[in-house]
Structures are given as C-alpha cells and as structure tokens.
C-alpha cells in the first residue's frame, strides 16, 4: 500500500514496505539488482490493520496505518522503539517529517494534521487540514503541502514549528488553498 526508499552507506537501496497484511517489510536492494526480491526482514509487531504510510529519517522508521497508531521502528537493530496507538481518530494516512527540525507530521483519514516530536514522540499540536482525508504530505525547507481527498492543495509556513516549545496552532498559517 506504500513504500519509501532510502540510500544505504554500502551504496545499497533500503526500501520499505507497508501492506494490507499489517507489515512493514524491509529489502535491502544491491546496485545491480533486478526483478523482483524477497524481503530481509518483517518488523515485528506487526500494526493491528494495513500500513498506509511511511516515512525515514536517519535511523528510525514512522509507520502510520489503518488501526489509528503510528509506529516508531530502530532500522538499525530492526525493533520497534514506541507506538501510539490512537495517534489520531482514523486512519493514519500521511506522514512527512519538517527538514532541519526533530519534527514529524500525521496526516488521518478525518483531516487532521499533527505534528510530533521526533526524539521523545509526544504531540506537539494538531490542526483541522481539510474536511476529507489528508492522502500525501510533503516538506520543503519553508513550506509544508498537503493533498486531500476535498480535492485541494493546502500550503502551509512551517516557521511556526518550533524544537521543544508547544505547537500555537495560531502559529501554523494557512498560506494558499488551490483547487486542483
């Protein structure tokens, strides 16, 4: 149902899965690799439903799925390091972290954005995105962008994202809402 990739040190692909079966697969991919490939390992507990969304920064893996929890895995020892599990009241179906900050974001099936502290994951705030489910967030240095099934693209300034302080909601502005 998702993947992501990232670029290993030993000039390997990481990709990870999530699927309808409730697991979150890892394949480590050589360079010259083609067709298809087993997986090298099945993180372990599984979600309680199917995973719709992933997302890596360094080390550690964010999981979100279909049971309301998100999942924070060490990809390092390949262990699960906390979950929460009612991060949000519906499906977790988006994540993306905020570059340059400790700072991952939720999106749910309900239209909620959340936004979490990476090290110690503890909500720092949540915000209304849309009225339908948020499908896809992505980050830039200044902005943060979600898509939603309302059929909009929202835009929204990041500088209001602050390491340890206490998410203002006042703080996130709602910059532009384009049709698409």
């Known amino acids: 149902m998702c993947l992501t990739v990232e670029r290993m040190a030993t000039r390997h692909d990481l990709v ?15 360079e010259s690799t083609l067709g298809n490939v087993g997986p090298t390992h099945n993180f372990e507990p599984p979600h309680y439903d199917g995973i719709e969304s992933l ?3 360094a080390d550690i893996l964010f999981s979100g799925s279909r049971d309301n929890g998100i999942k924070k895995w060490d990809l390092e020892r390949q262990e699960q390091i ?8 519906d499906w977790v179906c988006a994540l993306a ?22 090290d110690n994951f503890t909500p720092l705030g949540e915000i209304r995105g849309h009225d339908s489910p948020i499908n896809a967030i992505c980050t830039n ?9 309302d059929c909009t693209v929202k835009t929204w300034s990041s500088k ?17 809402s384009d049709s698409i």
């Open 55 to 57: 997302a890596i920064h």
């Open 97 to 118: 972290f905020v570059p340059g900050r400790d700072l991952l974001l939720s999106g749910c099936r309900g239209g909620m954005l959340k936004v979490w502290n990476i």
């Open 82 to 89: 906390q979950q929460i599990p009612n991060a949000h009241k």
């Open 160 to 176: 209001g994202l602050t390491n340890g302080h206490t998410l203002d909601i006042k703080d996130i502005n709602q910059e532009l």
């Open 141 to 149: 240095s200044s902005r943060i962008f979600t898509a939603s099934s």
């Open 16 to 30: 990870i899965t999530g699927s309808k079966d409730h697991y979150v697969k890892k394949f480590e991919i050589a």
